[in-house]
DNA sequence: CTTAGAGGGACAAGATATGACCCGGAGGGG
DNA sequence: CCCCTCCGGGTCATATCTTGTCCCTCTAAG
């Protein structure tokens, strides 16, 4: 199948160009329908002639329709675009890159999005679809899930398809709050995740950093110790990964401090350990939740990251070695490669 | 896979256009080189700057060079050229035509090449190269093969693929001799297709058409009989299918006079049985070989013939019953389409 | 009624593809 | 040996298609 692709595309390379301006006509009509030639063309960087001839030839093929209203995807196109991103996803090559990625760093599953939420920050709509439909194709019943916090997890949370029958899923958060908006605390998106998936969850009154000290009696409450033990063991973890410098700013910790107490570089972040290129524990913030050892035991850890600023995180962290399913975009993807080879 | 095609060329269509041209182009090289523009542009009927242009093209892609004395294949372009018939096949709506005939006719398979025979004669020398193909990879040891006579089948004995493994198979004359020319008698083609297929075989001194009287004698003497015998029970039987006013022609047959003997009007002929276009003898010519109710206890009959203007005789000899597999050109297979669907 | 945004028409400028013709050189046949 | 043919490559005018621009009328919403 990844054969076809690339022999078309050695015989005919022609076609992607055409292939992809002609898709993300359809997927931007889709999102906006109806849509006039003009504001197609502005959204779409293309000159608005270039939208109208393809415009007409869409419609010549029956893809899309237009009244005075404007532009909307036909019957036709709307069961095309079901399976159009499948032959794109092919001809990205983002198929070869996900098992490329895969083997070479060991993961079970690798998932890529098009495009670069750093480029285009809309993209991380994308990845949220994707993470969101992964979780839900992939929760069982009674099963427990943890959350960790961030922008993307907030994402991902609210793209999870919204499940009608209510499942005994229980859903926990892996962190305690991260100070600032509330939106993007694993206790929201946890609230948030449960709520779509028709399940339970339980909250997390903890702030995520803390003295030692206060961390230990804490430990000593009843009700925290449970939900976190109920993380420790969940049945799928879902967790973000942050960029060291960009992370600890966001906690409020001095970053040189960080840098003077870390063994080694810190390159990424998750779960308040810091790792450094190769994958080890550069240095740690005393935090609520599971623990490394604890990772390691659970057999479905998902990570989910996007954007090229991300590349060099996301890749320390694959390597601690815990995480079994990635989801991320071209972007970063892309990027990973690029170190990846640059290091041979 | 299929779909993969109808929808690539529902949103690019040019690629069909494209494809085919730089196919043919590849093609006509693979088989002529090294070959200058000149006489490429000739052959294609293409404009000699459009060949230059697109072979310029094929040459940034690796997949052709050229020298002083022409251009040719290069490595990636050999490699290529083996896969990319599959794409076309596909792209060219064949795969789906073979579906749809060994459905509607009740074939266990057909296969179809592209083209026309009748348009482009040296379009015989693929389906021979198919039919050739399919035999020796059907051919099992201690087989006895009966095959007939004609243009096709002369095409199709001389693009057997010669193996150099001896095997033990007989290949017999399922047919008399034709008359005129020798190359294309069922003798001669039985010794080719043994010569080729590494086996041994049996001759048939019998002229195909004779009168009942003399067959009757002749059938009487043990070497002819044995021989015939062979063909009743052959494991693989490969045949033509004849326009009956053409094969009355080459048989020296009065064809008023057939016409007047025949039950219903003869569309197509096969062993010297002329069928109707429902598939019932219209009419018999006393012959030498099977009869039509040793063919039907055979299980493996293949019929091979070519050319739109084939079509007709093609579809009366399948409805007979007896063919199990079906080699054809693209001219005959959609003519035959059509007169299914006009049918209805 | 006004207005913003819709589709569609028209046309010139620009890019691209195509046709036509020429050139020097390599190789085969006389 | 030479000639003659066929090779790739160069060049350029022309046909063809693509693209940018501007204008028109219509319709639905405010």
Redesign the interface.
């Known amino acids: 199948m990844d054969?076809?692709v690339s022999?078309?595309k050695?015989?005919?390379?022609?076609?992607e160009a055409?292939?992809e301006k002609?898709?993300s006509i359809?997927k931007t009509v889709s999102y906006n329908q109806p849509i006039g030639r003009r504001l197609l063309a502005e959204r779409l960087v293309f000159g608005e002639r270039v939208i109208r001839s393809e415009v007409d030839f869409l419609k010549s093929?029956q893809?899309l329709i237009s009244d005075t209203t404007g532009v909307s995807l036909a019957p036709?196109g709307e069961i095309?675009m079901l399976?159009?991103d499948g032959?794109l996803h092919n001809f990205r090559g983002l198929e070869s890159l996900e098992t490329y990625l895969a083997e070479k760093v060991g993961l079970e599953k690798v998932y890529i999005v098009a495009g670069d939420v750093d480029k285009q920050s809309s993209n991380m709509r994308e990845i949220g679809k994707k993470a969101g439909e992964f979780i839900s194709k992939v929760v069982r019943d009674d099963w427990v899930v943890a959350v960790t916090g961030g922008t993307t997890m907030a994402e991902v949370a609210c793209r999870i398809p919204i499940s009608n029958s209510s499942q005994k899923v229980l859903v926990v958060p892996a962190r305690g709050g991260l100070g600032e908006v509330v939106e993007i605390q694993s206790n929201a998106i946890a609230a948030v995740i449960a709520e779509r998936l028709g399940g339970t969850y339980r909250l997390l009154y903890v702030p995520d950093y803390i003295s030692e000290e206060v961390l230990e009696n804490l430990l000593l409450d009843c009700k925290i110790q449970e939900t976190i033990s109920l993380a420790k063991n969940a049945n799928l973890l879902l967790h973000g990964i942050g960029v060291p410098k960009i992370m600890a700013a966001r906690r409020d910790i001095d970053w040189h401090m960080l840098l003077k107490q870390a063994k080694e570089l810190p390159a990424g972040e998750a779960f308040g350990y810091y790792f450094a290129d190769d994958g080890t524990v550069a240095a740690t913030t005393p935090t609520v939740g599971p623990k490394l050892e604890d990772l390691t035991k659970l057999n479905m850890v998902v990570a989910v990251a996007a954007g090229k600023s991300k590349a060099r995180a996301i890749l320390a962290v694959l390597r601690a070695g815990f995480v079994k399913v990635l989801i991320t975009d071209q972007g970063a993807a892309e990027s990973i490669k690029e170190i990846l080879e640059a290091e041979i």
Chains 1, 2 share one sequence.
């Open positions: 054969n076809w022999m078309l050695m015989i005919v390379p022609e076609i055409l292939l002609r898709y359809l093929q893809l036709d095309l399976q159009l032959i």
